[in-house]
């Protein structure tokens, strides 16, 4: 089995910086439906990156499509995220996956307990296509070609080690 951490590369950080102002209407104008904006800081040239990790971890509406092709059990919340100079804006959707309890005794963690080294327990997973383990997206080998083939903007893909488990 082999499994990717899904990490905003830090390369497109500056890209993407969202700033604050959330704004919630559950009125009845929309159904009811949770309404959330993000608004975007423009000091320099907005790139509209495909994964964004902070303040919440964030994909495009392009990237949800395939997402869901593997994990069609995932909630979804929408968010419009907007770049007020630039006139611009863009569909987001909350990635919020399962979290899942897979760490093996291996992984290695620093004194306040923040995992540094991490490797997963091959007899807790469950051929999951996308989960959370200690707060980290990761994505079975399968999502991270299909992520790789399509050239998602923003996103690295990090292999982690499984210990034990079934080969597949």
């Known amino acids: 089995m082999h499994y990717f951490l899904l990490e905003q590369d830090e390369r497109s950080k500056p890209l993407?910086?969202?700033?604050?102002?959330?704004?919630?209407?559950?009125?009845?104008?929309?159904?009811?439906?949770?309404?959330?904006?993000?608004y975007v800081r423009?000091?320099?040239?907005?790139?509209?990156?495909?994964?964004?990790?902070?303040?919440?971890?964030?994909?495009?509406?392009?990237?949800?499509q395939l997402l869901e092709l593997y994990e069609a059990g995932l909630g979804w919340t929408s968010v419009v995220l907007t770049a007020k100079e630039a006139k611009r804006q863009e569909l987001y959707w909350f990635l919020e996956p399962k979290e899942r309890d897979v760490l093996s005794n291996k992984s290695k963690r620093d004194q306040s307990g923040n995992v540094t080294?991490?490797?997963?327990?091959?007899?807790?997973?469950?051929?999951?296509?996308?989960?959370?383990?200690?707060?980290?997206?990761?994505?079975?080998?399968?999502?991270?070609?299909?992520?790789?083939?399509?050239?998602?903007?923003?996103?690295?893909?990090?292999?982690?080690?499984?210990?034990?488990?079934?080969?597949?």
């Open 16 to 38: 993407l910086v969202i700033g604050g102002q959330r704004d919630s209407d559950s009125g009845s104008g929309n159904g009811g439906q949770e309404y959330n904006s993000l």
């Open 42 to 64: 423009e000091e320099a040239e907005v790139e509209f990156i495909d994964y964004v990790e902070g303040p919440r971890r964030l994909v495009s509406n392009r990237m949800k």
């Open 117 to 168: 080294a991490m490797v997963l327990d091959g007899k807790r997973l469950r051929r999951e296509r996308l989960f959370c383990a200690e707060g980290h997206v990761i994505v079975h080998l399968d999502v991270a070609e299909s992520l790789l083939r399509r050239a998602y903007m923003g996103l690295r893909l990090v292999p982690v080690t499984v210990d034990g488990g079934p080969e597949v």
